[in-house]
């Protein structure tokens, strides 16, 4: 069982920035893939960016490419998302996920495991 736990979330300007965080409780947290994914009020989730288990290979959804960065550190259990350039339609419960098979995140839009979210609104 693996518990992820998210932060960073809040409230901020269009254009601005903000970095979240997903802390996992797990002795193998290498041998997950992490994504992020988001659901906005009345939207199914949706898929936002993922990392490999070592961190070379990382995936968006193409409306944040070039916005959004994804990043982990193993030797500390945690993923990032950074994100810049917000716009309104940023604006959801940004959940962190975890699964051993990168094909289920990347490719599916599932995953094993899942944090209880944070809230980001962006206003304009």
């Known amino acids: 069982q693996v518990q992820l736990v998210e932060s960073g979330g809040g409230l901020v300007q269009a254009g601005g920035s903000l970095k979240l965080s997903c802390v996992a409780s797990?002795?193998?947290?290498?041998?997950?893939?992490l994504g992020w994914f988001r659901q906005a009020p009345g939207k199914e989730r949706g898929f936002v960016a993922a990392?490999?288990?070592?961190?070379?290979?990382?995936y968006y959804e193409d409306s944040v490419k070039g916005r959004f960065i994804i990043s982990r550190n193993n030797a500390n259990n945690t993923v990032y998302l950074q994100m810049n350039s917000l716009e309104t339609e940023d604006t959801a419960v940004y959940y962190c996920?975890?699964?051993?098979?990168?094909?289920?995140?990347?490719?599916?839009?599932?995953?094993?495991?899942w944090g209880q979210g944070t809230q980001v609104t962006v206003s304009s």
């Open positions: 990392i490999s288990w070592g961190g070379g290979s990382t």
């Open positions: 996920a975890a699964d051993l098979k990168i094909q289920r995140i990347v490719v599916s839009k599932q995953a094993e495991y």
């Open positions: 797990t002795r193998t947290f290498g041998h997950y893939v």
